[in-house]
């Protein structure tokens, strides 16, 4: 009788390991395009508004902005889609992105002991950074206005964290990003556009 009830309880545990060995990940979240079409639109007096990227990703390590579910380059495109609006003139409107990276950094462990071995530790940061220049340039190809804005953001991530989680991280810290560049560009267009904004 005990015999058997061992050999119970141990094919017991065999098809509950089975069991949660068969359990599928969680899916992959999905994430929504970074748009500005909430906010309302730059209007500037120029024809034409030209965007161009001279940020080129390299697509390798410790380089991770390729990854992110929106990676800074394509929310820096949107952010001129949707807000730059030519108004009418004869000058033309250049938004040249300059930079759109982002850097992935290992961080050294603080508590190598037995402590930090039952320690949730943070195990990278990341480092991001949107650059960008926009110019207003005549019919002669001269810039006759220009402003430049930069922002950074920095986030670390603990060892424990999921894809899942860190996608929602990139994510979130792509957002963050854009409202930083978008206050700071909106707020040097109308200080310096003197004549071209509208």
């Not at 390798?60 to 380089?63: E, K, L, N, T, V």
């Not at 290992?106 to 002991?113: F, I």
């Given at each position: 009788m005990r015999l058997g009830f061992v050999r119970f309880i141990l094919v017991t545990l065999a098809l509950t390991g089975a069991l949660a060995g068969c359990e599928s990940p969680p899916p992959r979240p999905t994430f929504a395009d970074i748009r500005f079409t909430g906010e309302p639109p730059i209007r500037l007096a120029v024809g034409a508004v030209d965007v161009q990227s001279d940020f080129k990703p390299s697509f390798?390590?410790?380089?991770v902005e390729h990854l992110?579910?929106?990676?800074?380059?394509?929310?820096?495109?949107?952010?001129?889609h949707d807000r730059l609006q030519a108004a009418g003139g004869g000058a033309r409107a250049r938004f040249v992105i300059r930079d759109a990276s982002v850097v992935e950094v290992?961080?050294?462990?603080?508590?190598?002991?037995?402590t930090g071995a039952f320690t949730d530790q943070p195990a990278q940061r990341y480092d991001a950074t949107v650059a960008a220049t926009l110019e207003i340039v005549d019919d002669h190809?001269?810039?006759v206005r220009t402003v430049s804005?930069?922002?950074s953001r920095s986030q670390s991530v603990l060892e424990s964290i999921t894809p899942n989680d860190r996608e929602k991280t990139w994510y979130e810290m792509t957002k963050a990003l854009m409202a930083d560049f978008d206050q700071q560009m909106s707020h040097e267009i109308s200080a310096h556009f003197g004549g071209y904004f509208q």
């Open positions: 390798q390590s410790p380089h992110f579910p929106v990676p800074p380059q394509r929310a820096l495109e949107n952010w001129a290992d961080l050294k462990k603080k508590d190598e002991g037995l190809g001269m810039a804005v930069k922002a």
